[in-house]
């Protein structure tokens, strides 16, 4: 996928709606596209991490205690490391060929902080995560 299909795909997902052509030019001039077969490792718990990965395309499963979570194209992993900078919590392995986009810190945190939609979407997303913890008695 070349740069002018990274911009479109990110332009179509949630996360990034409300963000300009013009900041996911920028945020993709410093990304990385990867991909990973399955079964592959894509970020293991207790390992620093400072990137945020976009799934472009596969399935992916994130665990961490008390429960797993299975990840596809549109969803995303890796927000918590990447704002406290702390020891990721989650592995996250491939459950089938995945494409995903790494987004550095220091690009996103940046994204953050022109565009509250794209921040709020993470806000979001967190609290629901938060809320389905404390549902099942694990928070």
Same mark, same amino acid.
């Given at each position: 996928?070349?740069?002018?299909?990274?911009?479109?795909?990110?332009?179509? +997902?949630? +996360?990034?709606?409300?963000?300009?052509?013009?900041?996911?030019?920028?945020?993709?001039?410093?990304?990385?596209?990867?991909?990973? &077969?399955?079964?592959?490792?894509?970020?293991?718990?207790?390992?620093?991490?400072? =990137?945020?990965?976009?799934? +472009?395309?596969? %399935?992916?499963?994130?665990?961490?205690?008390?429960? &797993?979570?299975?990840?596809?194209?549109?969803?995303?992993?890796?927000?918590?490391? /990447?704002?406290?900078?702390?020891?990721? +919590? &989650?592995?996250?392995?491939? /459950?089938?060929?995945?494409?995903?986009?790494?987004?550095?810190?220091?690009?996103?945190?940046?994204?953050?902080?022109? =565009?509250?939609?794209?921040?709020? %979407?993470?806000?979001?997303?967190?609290?629901?995560?938060?809320?389905?913890?404390? &549902?099942?008695?694990?928070?």
């Amino acid at each position: 996928m070349n740069e002018v299909e990274l911009v479109h795909a990110l332009g179509t +997902l949630p +996360l990034f709606a409300g963000v300009s052509e013009r900041s996911l030019w920028k945020l993709v001039r410093e990304a990385t596209r990867a991909d990973f &077969a399955p079964g592959e490792t894509i970020i293991s718990a207790v390992e620093y991490g400072s =990137h945020l990965y976009v799934i +472009l395309s596969g %399935t992916v499963e994130v665990s961490s205690r008390p429960a &797993a979570r299975t990840l596809s194209a549109g969803d995303y992993f890796g927000e918590l490391s /990447l704002i406290d900078g702390r020891p990721r +919590l &989650a592995t996250a392995v491939a /459950l089938s060929d995945v494409e995903l986009i790494e987004l550095p810190q220091r690009p996103v945190l940046k994204l953050a902080r022109a =565009h509250s939609a794209f921040t709020l %979407t993470i806000f979001r997303d967190l609290s629901l995560r938060l809320r389905r913890l404390e &549902a099942t008695g694990a928070g």
